[in-house]
Antibody, heavy 122, light 110 residues
């Protein structure tokens, strides 16, 4: 079955960096776009970034543009999120999610991981 | 900046029908926004209910349906059950690969 498993969360100081990973299995990873979504404690969901199935197109929320970088390695079935210049308001559970559209395009989130917690604190 | 709007809270009686909506602060929602709906109970991972406005995700009961009603996307629960008490989030495509969530609706079944 479809599975995505995030890792890499932890505690980081303001201004610091962290790299999240998302290991995918149970589907043809190279055929689907992927997303990162986050949820601050007690708050709603926030879409963060999307990468096309082949990495050719990438989109970011304004709140992370210029600080976060999404990438993927289709040979390893793994998605990444490099987070630089972390701020206290970046603290959240970060979810990796598969898009539900095969090929070129996006139609929203399909399968979600369990999330990985990022804490930004000095 | 475009804001996706949802009712903060709603209540429904067991067995009743409720329609939650998802709008835009400065535009109408259309099928081109590929509206999606997600359900999240406290402490749990979100679950996909609806995508592309009206397509149920695999395994989702048919009491959940999506539509475009007037200038908003809508999620209707027909025959609400106690287990449907959750937070519901809509998400709209704002062009290309940019998506925006609404603030969520807390649904109470009582």
């Amino acid at each position: 079955q479809v599975q995505v498993v995030e890792s890499g969360g932890g505690v980081v100081q303001p201004g610091g960096s962290l790299r999240l990973s998302c290991a995918a299995s149970g589907f043809t990873f190279s055929g689907y776009g992927m997303h990162w979504v986050r949820q601050a404690p007690g708050k709603g969901l926030e879409w963060v970034t999307y990468i096309h199935f082949d990495g050719s197109l990438i989109f970011y929320a304004d709140s992370v543009k210029g600080r976060f970088t999404i990438s993927r390695d289709n040979s390893r079935n793994t998605l990444y999120l490099q987070m630089n210049g972390l701020r206290r308001d970046d603290a959240a559970v970060y979810y990796c999610a598969k898009d539900n559209y095969y090929g070129s395009g996006t139609r929203g989130l399909d399968s979600w991981g369990q999330g990985t917690l990022v804490t930004v604190s000095s | 900046q475009t804001v996706v709007t949802q009712e903060p809270s709603f209540s429904v009686s067991p067995g009743g029908t409720v329609t939650l909506t998802c709008g835009l602060s400065s535009d109408s929602v259309s099928t081109g926004h590929y509206a999606c709906w997600y359900q999240q109970t406290p402490g749990q991972t979100p679950r996909t209910l609806i995508y592309s406005s009206n397509t149920r995700s695999s395994g989702v009961p048919d009491r959940f349906s999506g539509s475009i009603l007037g200038n908003k996307a809508a999620l209707t629960i027909t025959g609400a059950q106690a287990e449907d008490e959750s937070d519901y989030y809509c998400m709209l495509n704002m062009g290309g690969g940019v998506w925006v969530f609404g603030g969520g609706t807390k649904l109470t079944v009582l």
